[in-house]
């Protein structure tokens, strides 16, 4: 067995693992990087898209935003859609100047993965068998195999940003542990096509067929989203099915259309939003989607991901230079306030934009007067806008 010793052991190499890394390291603070994907594997994985204001800033503050800056798309609004009307939400005007950035997960990952070969600290990629032991001790220890190898990484701290389906939210003691969930009764189909964008910002469409969206992802893609049946079987639904159904429920206004071109990558996400509370086990920290996943359409899963390891970093700088654990002790119950604020904004834009097979006629005709009222109301609309940018930090 091969023995490494690091101040915080990172598992996960997704946007908070590789941010924090990097957050860390402009500290001095060593760290051991564990993923066990590939690390093309890792930068191919299409995710969202939607950079707020203050992610942005992390990312520019911590070295790693001059190509985000360049080829980043600033947009200071979004449209709503509905009943063949369209209404823009006008962010920078509703909020003092403020906006969002359209940049791919892919490109932020990219940049990450960069950055944290140019640092020089350690990052292992294919990793296997991965786990964490001794996090209620002085010196919690990650475990994987590695080129036929067995690593033991002693560390002062664990990063637990392994996502969802990782393994060190299961490695907490359920007894000290609350989980909040919800899980909704539709998906979504989403496509990448090699299309000029045919509209400057997001459109966020309902329609009586179900919920789309228009995104992008630079000059010549188009990222492009449908609602569908949890359990929708993605080879029913050949490329002129998904264009004639993005028409139809973007065309309703004005008969505008999304450009159409070669769809290179189809996918169904299911739409859930879930807590586990605490977002720490002893001197495990957990952070991004390994503690928390948002339903896409407020576009705040990276976002939190960004908020949470910037609590973190803070709060093991603090610890390592003054030796004092009060951030590290605040640090579950200050995200955490960020973390449902995002999750209310989250499930009501969903609850807002989608047809629910649970609907009554009563919740349809809410749900029109909900998109009324907030394409109407100077104070709904400024609501909705500071929740999309971001709120402040707290
Ligand atoms: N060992 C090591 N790494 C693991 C393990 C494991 N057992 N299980 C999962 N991982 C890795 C995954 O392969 C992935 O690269 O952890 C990483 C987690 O990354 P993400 O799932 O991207 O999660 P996170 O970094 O929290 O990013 C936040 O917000 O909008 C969403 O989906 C968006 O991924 C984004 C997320
Ligand atoms: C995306 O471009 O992938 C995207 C945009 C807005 C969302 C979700 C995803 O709400």
Redesign the pocket.
Known sequence: MKHLRTQVGI???????LLLAQLLHLEGIDSVV????SRQY?IDRV??GVLEQGTVDLMVESGVGHRLQKEGMRHEGIFLEFNGTRHRIDFAELTEGRAITVYG?NEVVTDLIEARFASGRPIFFE?EE?SVHGTDTHSPTIQFRHSDETYEVRCDFIAG???????CRPSIPSNEMSIYERVYPFAWLGILAHAAPSCDELVYSLHERGFALFSMRSPAVTRLYLQCAPDEDISHWPDDRIWNELDIRLGSFDGWRPNHGEIFQKGITGMRSFVAEPMRSGRLFL????GHIVPPTGAK??NL?ASDVRNLAIALEAFYRTGNQDLLGGYSARSLRRVWKAQRFSWWMTSMLHISPEASAFDQRRQIAELDYVTSSRAAMTSLAENYVGLPVD
């Open positions: 598992v996960g190499a997704g946007p908070a693992g564990v993923e066990n994907r890792v995710r969202a997960q990793a991965t940003c392994d996502g969802f389906h990782g393994i952070a991004g989607d390994a899963g990276l991901a």
